[in-house]
C-alpha cells in the first residue's frame, strides 16, 4: 500500500527528487515542509537517502476512487468546462460539488475525466434529454450530464454504499428531482435511453454487452470506460458484434474511453 511521508525541512529540490521516485502526490506543508505520497516499492530507506535527510515521519496513505487514486488532501479539478469542487472548499457558480467517500468517481481517475470529456462533447453536439449511468459510484457522471442540460438521469449501482454517497451529491448539488437512483445493473432495468454511459471494468463491460446493448434507444449512444488499452479490441468487438457503431477513442496513459452509436 502506498505511505504517506512528511518532511519538516525539505531542500530546495525535494520536489523534484520525490517526483523522480515516483511520488503519487506531493504538497508543501507549513514552513519549508514537504509532504508526499509514495508507492510501496519506494522504501523509506531509498527516499531519505535520495533526499539526504533522516528527520522524515512515516503514516498511512488516504486513498480515493477505490483505491485507484491516492492524494494528500482533497483538491478541485478542472475537466473541459467542468470544476468538480470537494464539499466543504469555497465553489463557483456551475461547480459540481463532491462528499469525500471511497465511492469511485472524484475525477481524478483518467476514466472518469475520459468520460466527462465525451459527455461534454456528446451535450454540445446533440440535445439529450435523459441518460442512464450504469455502475454510477459517486453519481459524478449522472450529475455531470444533468450539469451539462441533459435533462434527466437514471443512475444504477450494485454497492448501496455507493447510491448513498450518489443520493448525497445529487442533494448538494439540487438534483435529487432530476436524478433517479436504482439498485442492480443494466438486466434488471427496463426501456432504452437516448445516451448511455457505463465506466466499470472491461471484463464485465464484455459480459454486460447483451444488457447495456438493449439499454441504448434509437440512435443512441453509449460511452463505455474502465478499459485498458491492452484490451480495447476485446471491448469493441463485443459491441460491434451486437450492432453498435464504433464513433471515437480516446485514452489517457493506459487508459481508453470507447464512443459508439446504436445502428437502430
Known amino acids: 500500500m502506498p505511505y504517506r511521508i512528511?518532511?519538516?525541512?525539505?531542500?530546495?529540490?525535494?520536489?523534484?527528487?520525490?517526483?523522480?521516485?515516483?511520488a503519487l502526490d506531493v504538497e508543501s506543508t507549513s514552513g519549508r515542509g514537504m509532504a508526499a505520497v509514495?508507492?510501496?516499492s519506494i522504501s523509506?530507506?531509498?527516499?531519505?537517502?535520495?533526499?539526504?535527510?533522516?528527520?522524515?515521519?512515516?503514516?498511512?496513505a488516504v486513498s480515493h476512487d477505490n483505491g485507484s487514486v491516492w492524494l494528500l488532501s482533497p483538491r478541485p479539478i478542472r475537466i473541459g468546462s467542468l470544476r468538480i469542487v470537494p464539499a466543504g472548499l469555497e465553489a463557483e457558480a456551475g461547480d459540481i460539488g463532491l462528499i469525500d467517500t471511497p465511492a469511485f468517481g472524484t475525477g481524478f481517475h483518467p476514466t472518469t475525466a475520459l468520460c466527462l470529456e465525451a459527455l461534454e462533447e456528446i451535450a454540445a453536439n446533440v440535445h439529450t434529454e435523459a441518460?442512464?449511468?450504469?455502475?454510477?459510484?459517486?453519481?459524478?457522471?449522472a450529475i455531470a450530464a444533468l450539469k451539462l442540460s441533459v435533462l434527466r438521469a437514471t443512475a444504477i449501482d450494485i454497492d448501496?454504499?455507493?447510491l448513498s454517497a450518489a443520493a448525497d451529491n445529487a442533494r448538494l448539488n439540487g438534483f435529487e428531482g432530476r436524478l433517479e437512483l436504482a439498485r442492480g445493473g443494466p438486466?434488471?432495468?427496463?426501456?432504452?435511453?437516448?445516451?448511455?454511459?457505463?465506466?466499470?471494468l472491461a471484463a464485465p463491460l464484455i459480459e454486460m454487452?447483451?444488457?447495456?446493448?438493449?439499454?441504448?434507444?434509437?440512435?443512441?449512444?453509449?460511452v463505455l470506460s474502465g478499459i485498458p488499452r491492452s484490451v480495447e479490441a476485446d471491448v469493441t468487438r463485443a459491441y460491434?458484434?451486437?450492432?453498435m457503431r464504433r464513433l471515437k477513442v480516446t485514452s489517457r496513459g493506459d487508459w481508453v474511453c470507447l464512443v459508439f452509436r446504436a445502428s437502430w
Not at 187 to 200: C, H, L, Q, Y
Not at 240 to 243: E, F, I, K, P
Open 209 to 222: 454487452a447483451p444488457a447495456l446493448v438493449r439499454r441504448v434507444g434509437h440512435q443512441g449512444q453509449l
Open 240 to 243: 460491434v458484434h451486437l450492432g
Open 160 to 162: 448501496d454504499d455507493a
Open 187 to 200: 438486466e434488471s432495468m427496463t426501456g432504452t435511453w437516448p445516451m448511455v454511459v457505463a465506466n466499470i
Open 38 to 40: 509514495m508507492p510501496d
Open 131 to 141: 441518460m442512464l449511468d450504469v455502475g454510477t459510484g459517486s453519481g459524478v457522471l
Open 6 to 22: 512528511d518532511i519538516p525541512d525539505a531542500a530546495d529540490d525535494s520536489l523534484d527528487r520525490l517526483i523522480e521516485l515516483g
Open 44 to 60: 523509506i530507506d531509498q527516499v531519505a537517502r535520495v533526499l539526504g535527510v533522516d528527520d522524515i515521519s512515516v503514516s498511512p
